[in-house]
């Protein structure tokens, strides 16, 4: 009773056109055509040793083939349209191990801390990436052509702590260390990165959270944008849709209040 498992395989055929969501409106291209087939398989474990120590696991297979050809300018009369393509393969595993401890001190303890809880794991994710660029002019019998294909390793490891203290305090300390080899491309790029925040419910007005935070992030390689490691730190997302291996720092500081059980802002 205290191991379940979990099974899926993901079937996703997904067509489109421009869909990003930009500030000028004009910023659209009419023409973009999106074609992306993915399958995913993920098998998952949860055991707990005790109700205070929890550990979890998962290893995710994933293949994608896409294809993506856009115009871009304005056509030549004699040439046609200049036609933009990319057709991206990528075929990858990735693993993580996540290791959860709750701490409640009694006694003496509990007048300075009343609550640890700790969140440690790792990661690995392996990628093989057959990507080819085609561009040119309807017309050309022989268009331009590029092609590459990298493989990508990224490991990471993190620790999280949120600790209970005194005046409805809950300080979050962590850190995350990524280490990711591209051989052809970005090449090697190891990171360490701090993570603090801190979380304030007042007890003489219950509807109200004070906090702030600040860390730093190395975007992950993730077969299907989904992780075990924490997505946020005192409320303040970590990870976006970003390119692989973007560094980025996040400063941030909020009020939130409830004012009904229907109203809050």
Same mark, same amino acid.
């Given at each position: 009773p205290e191991t379940s498992i979990q099974g899926e395989v993901r079937y996703r055929d997904l067509q489109n056109g421009d869909l990003e969501l930009r500030f000028l409106e004009d910023d659209f291209s009419r023409s973009l055509d999106q074609d992306t087939d993915t399958?995913?398989?993920?098998?998952?474990?949860?055991?707990?040793?005790?109700?205070?120590?929890?550990?979890?696991?998962?290893?995710?297979?994933?293949?994608?083939?896409?294809?993506?050809?856009?115009?871009?300018?304005?056509?030549?009369?004699?040439?046609?349209?200049?036609?933009?393509?990319?057709?991206?393969?990528? #075929?990858?595993?990735?693993?993580?191990?996540?290791?959860?401890?709750?701490?409640?001190?009694?006694?003496?303890?509990?007048?300075?801390?009343?609550?640890?809880?700790?969140t440690a794991g790792a990661g690995h994710a392996a990628i093989d990436i057959d990507e080819t660029v085609k561009a040119g002019f309807e017309a050309d019998e022989a268009p331009l052509e590029s092609r590459r294909s990298p493989d990508v390793t990224h490991s990471n490891l993190y620790l999280y702590s949120n600790v209970s203290l005194p005046l409805d305090l809950t300080l979050t300390l962590g850190v995350s260390g990524d280490f990711y080899d591209e051989d052809d491309g970005l090449g090697k790029e190891n990171q360490a990165n701090p993570k603090a925040g801190v979380t304030w419910n007042p007890s003489f007005s219950p509807g109200t959270t004070v906090r702030a935070a600040a860390f730093r992030?190395?975007?992950?390689?993730?077969?299907? #944008?989904?992780?075990?490691?924490?997505?946020?730190?005192?409320?303040?997302? #970590?990870?976006?849709?970003?390119?692989?291996?973007?560094?980025?720092?996040?400063?941030?500081?909020?009020?939130?209040?409830?004012?009904?059980?229907?109203?809050?802002?």
């Open positions: 399958t995913t398989g993920r098998l998952g474990l949860r055991h707990a040793f005790s109700p205070n120590w929890i550990v979890l696991a998962s290893y995710v297979h994933g293949d994608s083939d896409g294809r993506s050809n856009q115009f871009i300018g304005e056509p030549d009369p004699d040439l046609g349209n200049f036609e933009f393509g990319i057709d991206l393969d990528e #075929q990858g595993d990735s693993g993580e191990l996540q290791n959860i401890f709750r701490w409640r001190p009694a006694g003496a303890n509990r007048a300075w801390i009343s609550r640890v809880d700790v992030v190395l975007k992950r390689t993730l077969l299907t #944008q989904q992780t075990l490691e924490p997505t946020q730190v005192a409320g303040f997302n #970590q990870f976006y849709d970003d390119l692989t291996a973007t560094d980025a720092w996040r400063y941030g500081a909020a009020v939130d209040q409830k004012f009904t059980d229907t109203v809050f802002g």
